[in-house]
């Protein structure tokens, strides 16, 4: 392989121009002029619906099939024209059917590549078992065992650790986890993420399955047919600002309470809801209320800590002791909870509303409904700045280099 | 007299008879599966040529035995020579179609991730399709050895080698007291060849199929 003349910093890892495949036979194409740049370290996940040229997309980077026009570039080499066998040895890939070799052990399924490489036996053998550990197979247990005797779960890990083989900087994965149960699929995509802390290898990850492109990537490609992108940026931005209403349907009705767990309960600005310390008397709790609009008082104990909850109408009906009147404290959440765990807890509460409470327990203000709308405007806002004034970035550079 | 007397009288004669036969059975089995798995390496991936191949052995099938070896005297005289030509010939249907099939039954999905890992085309061929393809092409190469047991008795009516000759002698002295006793000996060799090549083949396969995809 012919090393790169030591890539430019700023040069992506994959970067894709004008990449075109016309099927023959076929009026349009299956992918159409993609031009796309993908930075070293990063999952980039290319989601979008079936057909759309996903799996055509991946097999042309990897040459398992030709380009009608169009160029590839790998660490800024040029690979459109190289020897697709070397080529490939450079990046792994791993496709929904796992695709293990059934007549051979899961140890020389994983030594495919050395082996080609001409790795001696003893340097593949630490690697097969290194790997092996690496994706949580037991190597003692797993190394000599057939691809039959493995679980669906278990046999997408050993297709990891095969393409990992010969330690490829970049990996392709097409629907790695897309015939595997909710469980086991959501078990193994947790796993993949923390095994990229340590690989921090270059991902393109296919998925039609807009929930695991927001899990899995750093970046989204949504793509529409024929292989167009719809947008590029990160997860956080395409769902509080989509480019347009293909990507707000695709991602859909839920796009709202997908944004929601992306952020947390510490990072929105909470509530005015009124309190009153719970050994106060009535008529400062009735004047508390009525200072505000809304319905309800919480009541904090000595160390400010909630106790109960009462509505105007049982402060003025009920007789009794504040401390025994209306409801305990509910929807108790932490400043590090999820906005959509906060969410789930207030539509169970009796007022809408959730408690934030510090870990000691003490009070620290409340989130309703108003709340978290403020906080998804908040979000669409800060997005549609930042891609704003990326694009002035980018404007602004291209007339530099002019 | 008995067909036992005849097997004490004439067993070292008819062990050789078997041997022969036996031996030209394996030689023909053997070129046939070289010939038949080429034919079908070559042919499995496009249409036409594969169609071709299928349909040009298939009709060496329909042949009757006793014409195509007498076809083959004219070109090749008598002997060994046109008998092999004949069986194998007989034997490249089972082979073909059966390399045909199983390397088609090869899971699209194996020899994609196989290309995507970088395997070129021959060491996919031989590492991947092939050893996958194998129960099924043995089962063909059993089918033609078996046909073959059959058809080589025929041979010897281009004065081929093994037990067909003692048929043909026998039916040709047809009402002396050995005739029927000498068609049922070689008869019994034909049987016992076939038991025997039929065990091979179960061995054969056990020791050359992946334990990974042993039923
Ligand atoms: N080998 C092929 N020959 C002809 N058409 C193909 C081939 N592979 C894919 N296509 C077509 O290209 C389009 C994109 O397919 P694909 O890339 O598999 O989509 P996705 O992976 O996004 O579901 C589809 O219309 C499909 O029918
Ligand atoms: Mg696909």
Known sequence: MTTAPAAAPTDPMIRLERLTKTFPGQARPAVEALDMDIAAGEIVVLVGPSGCGKTTTMRLINRLIEPTSGRIFLEGDEVTKVNPDQLRRRIGYVIQQVGLFPHQTIADNIATVPRMLGWDEQRIRARVDELLALVGLEPATYRGRYPKHLSGGQRQRAGVARALSADPPVMLMDEPFGAIDPITRDRLQNEFLRLQETIRKTIIFVTHDIDEAIKMGDRLAILREGSKIAQYDTPERILSAPADDFVADFIGAGASLKRLNLSRVRDVELSDWPVASVDSSRAEVLAALRASDKGAVLLLDAERRPARWVSGRELQREDGPLSEMGLPPEALVQPNATLSDALNEMLKSRYGCATVIDGAGVYQGNLDFATVSAAIQEMRRDARDRSRAEADEVHAAGEAGA | ?215
């Open chain 2, 1 to 215: 007299m008995s067909l036992l007397d005849y097997l004490s009288a004439q067993g070292d004669r008819l062990l050789g008879l078997t041997l022969e036969h036996l031996g030209i059975v394996l030689i023909s089995v053997g070129i046939s599966t070289v010939i038949g798995v080429a034919l079908g390496v070559a042919t499995y991936r496009t249409e036409g040529p594969r169609r071709v191949a299928l349909g040009v052995t298939g009709i060496f099938l329909t042949i009757p035995s006793f014409a195509l070896f007498g076809l083959l005297i004219g070109p090749l005289g008598l002997g060994g020579g046109p008998a092999v030509v004949a069986l194998v010939m007989y034997g490249l249907l089972p082979i073909v179609r059966n390399t045909i099939t199983g390397l088609r039954s090869v899971d699209p999905a194996i020899v994609e991730s196989a290309q995507g890992m970088g395997m070129a085309r021959y060491r996919r061929l031989f590492r991947i399709e092939l050893p996958l393809a194998w129960p099924i092409i043995l089962t063909g190469i059993r089918v033609a050895a078996v046909i073959i047991v059959g058809i080589a008795a025929i041979a010897a009516v281009v004065n081929g080698p093994g037990l067909g000759k003692d048929i043909f002698r026998a039916l040709a002295r047809f009402g002396t007291p050995t005739a029927v006793p000498q068609v049922l000996s070689a008869i019994l060799g034909i049987i016992a060849i076939a038991i025997v090549i039929d065990l091979a083949f179960v061995a054969i396969a056990r020791l050359t199929t992946s334990k990974g995809i042993r039923a």
